[in-house]
C-alpha cells in the first residue's frame, strides 16, 4: 500500500481558509478514490487564517493550555496528528514549537514511512521539512491554489499541483513554472441547499479587490432598472458599510487642474440591499439566492463560491479574473471587468462603464440555467477532480521511496 504525508502548521481543519477546506477533502477523497492501495496521514497544528476558522474544535482553549503536546484525529479515511501551539497566528510559532513539530515530521518519516510529502506553506518550517524528505528521496509535492506565491520557485518539489488551468497559466505566464492543474474540491453536501426559496442577487464578501463597486454601482442602478429585485451582500472579511465609505470617485477642476477625489456612497443609499454576517452555513445563503454576482478585480486562483452556486442550480455572473471562467463554466456569463476598477480597487465605475453587466444580470435572472448549471456542476465533482488528482500523483507514487533507502552526502542511510 502506498502512503502520503501531508505536512504544514496550518490546520487543515480551518475554516476560514479555502485552501485548509480544498485540502482536507482532497484528501478525503484520494483515499476513497485508492482505497485499499493508498493510506493518508496528515501533520499539523492548531494554526488558522482567522481565530473564527477555529469553530470545529470546540475545546480548542482547553488542548492549548493542557498538558498535552500531541493529538491525534481520525477525519474519515484520514488520519491526523496535531502539535500543540500556544497561539493560533503563524507569526507566533515559536522556534520550540517548531522544532518540537519538526521532531515530529522525523518520527513519522521514520515510522509511517511516506512515498510522498505533499502539503502547503511559505514559512521556514515547512521548506525545511520539504528540504529533509528530498534529501531522503521522498517526492514532494506542493498545493498552490492562489497567485501569491510569486517568485517562488519550489526547489523541492517534484510537482506543483493547482486547480485551475488559469492559476497554471498565470505562473507559466509570469515565471516560467511548470504547474499542473487537478480540479477543484468540494463537497456538494456541505453547499448545497435542500430546499431553495431564492429572492435575493447575492455578493458575498464585500471588500474592494472583490469588486464592491461595481456591485454597489449595479444595485443603484437596478433601484430604477430592476424595482421589484433585492439585492443581499454576505459579509465575511469585509463589512458593506465599509467597503462602500471606501468607494470614490475623481474630479478634476476645470480651471485650476486639481484633482479632487469624493466618497459619495453610503449604506442608507441601499434600501434594496440587505446585508447578513459570515455563517458556516453557507447554504442558508444558497436557499436564498437567485444569482451570484463575483465581480473579482484581483486575481482569483478559482472561486469557490461561483462553483458553490452552480452546484445550487445558481447561475453567476462573474469577471473574467484568473480561474474564475473555470469555475462558472456552462453555469453563467464571465465579463471584464471596468479597466477603470482594474488599476483602482476602489473607484466607482459609471452607469455606462457597468452597462455590460447590467444587461447580463437582466439575461441571467430572465433564462433558465437549471441545465446548464447541472453540466458545469458535474464538472467539478470531487470525485473527478480526486481521479485527476490521483493520476498526477501517481508516477511519484510508482518511486515506492519508502522501500528505497537513500544514500545521503554524509554517508548516512535512512530506511
Known amino acids: 500500500m502506498k502512503k502520503i504525508l501531508w505536512v504544514s502548521p496550518y490546520s487543515l481543519h480551518d475554516t476560514s481558509s479555502g485552501a485548509a477546506v480544498q485540502c482536507r477533502l482532497m484528501l478525503q477523497k484520494l483515499a476513497e478514490y485508492a482505497k485499499g492501495e493508498l493510506e493518508i496521514m496528515a501533520l499539523g497544528s492548531f494554526i488558522f487564517d482567522n481565530p473564527r476558522g477555529a469553530s470545529m474544535f470546540v475545546d480548542l482553549k482547553e488542548k492549548l493550555a493542557g498538558k498535552e503536546i500531541f493529538f491525534n484525529l481520525k477525519d474519515g479515511l484520514v488520519s491526523y496528528v496535531y502539535v500543540k501551539n500556544h497561539s493560533t497566528f503563524i507569526d507566533d510559532h515559536t522556534g520550540g514549537e517548531q522544532r518540537q513539530f519538526f521532531s515530529k515530521f522525523l518520527e513519522l518519516l521514520k515510522t509511517f514511512k511516506p512515498d510522498l510529502v505533499i502539503g502547503y506553506g511559505g514559512d521556514m518550517l515547512s521548506m525545511t521539512m520539504r528540504a529533509e524528505a528530498k534529501r531522503r528521496g521522498i517526492p514532494c509535492v506542493y498545493t498552490l491554489w492562489n497567485g501569491n506565491h510569486k517568485g517562488f520557485t519550489f526547489p523541492d518539489c517534484d510537482l506543483v499541483m493547482t486547480d485551475s488551468h488559469g492559476n497554471a497559466n498565470f505562473y507559466a505566464n509570469n515565471f516560467g513554472m511548470n504547474v499542473q492543474a487537478g480540479g477543484i474540491f468540494i463537497d456538494p453536501k456541505h453547499v448545497v441547499a435542500e430546499k431553495r426559496e431564492p429572492k435575493y442577487i447575492t455578493m458575498i464578501n464585500p471588500v474592494a479587490e472583490k469588486g464592491i463597486g461595481i456591485f454597489a454601482r449595479m444595485a443603484l442602478m437596478a433601484q430604477k432598472e430592476l424595482p421589484n429585485e433585492k439585492f443581499l ?28 477625489e469624493t466618497h459619495p456612497f453610503e449604506a442608507k443609499m441601499f434600501p434594496n440591499v440587505d446585508v447578513a454576517q459570515h455563517t458556516n452555513e453557507i447554504k442558508q445563503v444558497y436557499a436564498l439566492t437567485k444569482a451570484l454576482i463575483v465581480p473579482s478585480l484581483w486575481f482569483e486562483g478559482w472561486g469557490r463560491v461561483s462553483t458553490e452556486a452552480v452546484m445550487n442550480g445558481i447561475p453567476v455572473l462573474a469577471s473574467k479574473s484568473g480561474g474564475l471562467q473555470e469555475a462558472v463554466s456552462e453555469g453563467g456569463i464571465c465579463l471584464d471587468a471596468p479597466k477603470p476598477c482594474q488599476a483602482d480597487y476602489n473607484y466607482i465605475p459609471t452607469e455606462e462603464e457597468v452597462r455590460p453587466w447590467m444587461d447580463a444580470l437582466k439575461q441571467i435572472l430572465s433564462e433558465d440555467y437549471t441545465e446548464r448549471c447541472a453540466q458545469a456542476a458535474a464538472h467539478h465533482n470531487p470525485d473527478v477532480s480526486a481521479k485527476r488528482v490521483y493520476e498526477l500523483l501517481k508516477p511519484l507514487l510508482d518511486r515506492s521511496a519508502s522501500t528505497q533507502a537513500q544514500y545521503l552526502r554524509g554517508g548516512m542511510l535512512f530506511r
Open 233 to 260: 451582500v454576505v459579509e465575511s472579511r469585509g463589512s458593506f458599510a465599509e467597503g462602500l465609505a471606501k468607494l470614490h470617485t475623481i474630479t478634476v477642476d476645470k480651471k485650476t487642474k486639481t484633482k479632487k
